[in-house]
């Protein structure tokens, strides 16, 4: 189990907004530590997607968006694709376990 | 653009050491303060970061895995490397190589190899 709690699968029709939650403690991002962004597609290796300062790298779309408060961040994946469907992780820091965290994904499905 | 490629043994038995490599393209593994690190995704444990190396060979290390774990760099080869040493079937899993990126006070990881499975199995 994962000290960053994610749902486990979500989903949207095309051109809606979905978001993911990730719900984490005061050892992780209640101390105050970034939450980033992972999309891994089937079959293939995890991708960066967003950092905790809302930084993209180039070539993932402005429809992708972070926020984080107190205990919880968010990932905000607006007008939804097709070619959105994917797992979704977060990662951040905790300080009990002193190691980098990831959540335990969330899968989304484009209906 | 940057490029790294996870190499090794896929195949391990129970007890034995599991080595990888990561060789890093497309630029130097010499270059800025990055943190280059392994992670590993297993069906019953999701994500998991094993450890990171810097190019000055300081190391930073999971606390679960430490007393296992040895990573380290080749800055002529320019490339690093895992060495888990008593494994079990608990480390089967899909191991990936990234590069990781620091700022005080937090750290991620891009781009990502494309990982590579290592099954422990007598």
Redo the contacts between chains.
Sequence with gaps: Q?VLTQPPSVSGAPGQRVTISCTGSSSNLGA???V?W?QQLPG?????LI??NNNR?SGVPDRFSGSKSGTSASLAITGLQAEDEAHY?C???DTI?????????TELTVL | QLQLQESGSGLVKPSQTLSLFCAVSGGSISSGSYSWSWIRQSPGK????IGYVHHSESTRY???LKSRLTISIDTSKNQFSLKLTSVTAADTAVY?CARG?VVP???????????TLVTVSS
């Design positions: 994962s105050g530590y970034d980033h992972y293939r290796a995890p991708k960066f950092n905790g790298p992780y990662q951040s820091y376990l002193t190691s980098w965290v990831f959540g335990g994904g | 999701g994500l998991e970061w999971n606390p679960s990936f990126h006070g937090t750290l991620w990881f891009d781009p990502w190899g494309q990982g």
